[in-house]
């Protein structure tokens, strides 16, 4: 495979990687009770493999309900795609908690100002712990 230049499709290591200049906001919810719809969300991108390559999966769920509240499906892994799937949860309601990984479409300043109001808090889990975000990784 070396000699002909193959190589194995798959999602590569340390995928959810902010980009430096993308602000990082800390983890709120450690001993929070959540107790009511629309107190906390949480946002994650899957890698759906397909015969050739990958489509990307960005879902919004509601951590007290588990329900997901929009999901868009993109062949590139851009910004612009998580941008229309929180702009359509946003007509549905407003969270006061948007939890997401550290992930630059999550760390992008136009994700962060589109979730973020003045009664809406944004925060990032750590990298590399999936139950900082666990419902949507179970997802």
Known sequence: MRKRG??????????????PQHRVYPYLLRDLIIDR????????ITYVPMRRGFMY????MDWYSRYILTWELSNSLDRFFCLTTLDQALTL?????????????F??????????????????GWPGRAFD???????
Request: hydrophobic share 35%; proline share 8%.
């Open 6 to 19: 193959l190589q194995a499709i798959y999602p590569q290591k340390k995928a959810s990687q902010p980009h």
């Open 37 to 44: 719809p629309n107190q906390v969300w949480c946002a994650d």
């Open 57 to 60: 999966l960005v879902a919004i």
């Open 93 to 105: 309601a407003r969270p006061e908690i948007f939890n997401t990984d550290q992930g630059a479409q």
């Open 107 to 124: 760390t992008a300043n136009d994700f962060t100002v589109v979730g973020c109001s003045p009664r809406t808090s944004h925060q990032h």
């Open 133 to 139: 975000n666990i419902f949507i990784e179970r997802f």
